[in-house]
Nanobody, 132 residues
Framework: VQLVESGGGLVQAGGSLRLSCVASDFNFKDYAIAWFRQAPGTEREGVACIRPSNGDIFFAGAVKDRFIISADSPKKTVYLQMNSLKPEDTGVYYC??????????????????????????RGQGTQVTVSS
């Protein structure tokens, strides 16, 4: 089972990047997929999440109205379109998968608040650096 992120890089403030998270070897639609980020010396921060089976989405306040999350289920890929980037968006971005099997009533708004250990899979991350 794998989650592989790509699309990170160096961008100037105000610019855009699109991150991809490709899942393999599990049933994509049985999971919620969430993006987190972590900058050196800071706690991990939830960014956005999506439930590919029904399209429910949720964003952290810091990125709402700037980021867009979407899923391509046949490709088992979740995208995070990041616009109007700010230096404070800098960090390692990684995607995680939370199983919804037997727990179909999970409120998408609660996914980003879950402890790291509650997620079933996690990718290695991709670095995003926003220069001022």
């Amino acid at each position: 089972v794998q989650l592989v992120e790509s699309g990170g890089g160096l961008v100037q403030a105000g610019g855009s990047l699109r991150l991809s998270c490709v899942a393999s070897d599990f049933n994509f639609k049985d999971y919620a997929i969430a993006w987190f980020r972590q900058a050196p010396g800071t706690e991990r921060e939830g960014v956005a999440c999506i439930r590919p089976s029904n399209g429910d989405i949720f964003f952290a306040g810091a990125v709402k109205d700037r980021f867009i999350i979407s899923a391509d289920s046949p490709k088992k890929t979740v995208y995070l379109q990041m616009n109007s980037l700010k230096p404070e968006d800098t960090g390692v971005y990684y995607c995680t998968a939370l199983s919804l099997l037997g727990n179909g009533d999970v409120n998408i708004a609660t996914v980003l608040a879950r402890h790291d250990a509650e997620f079933d899979y996690r990718g290695q991350g991709t670095q995003v650096t926003v220069s001022s």
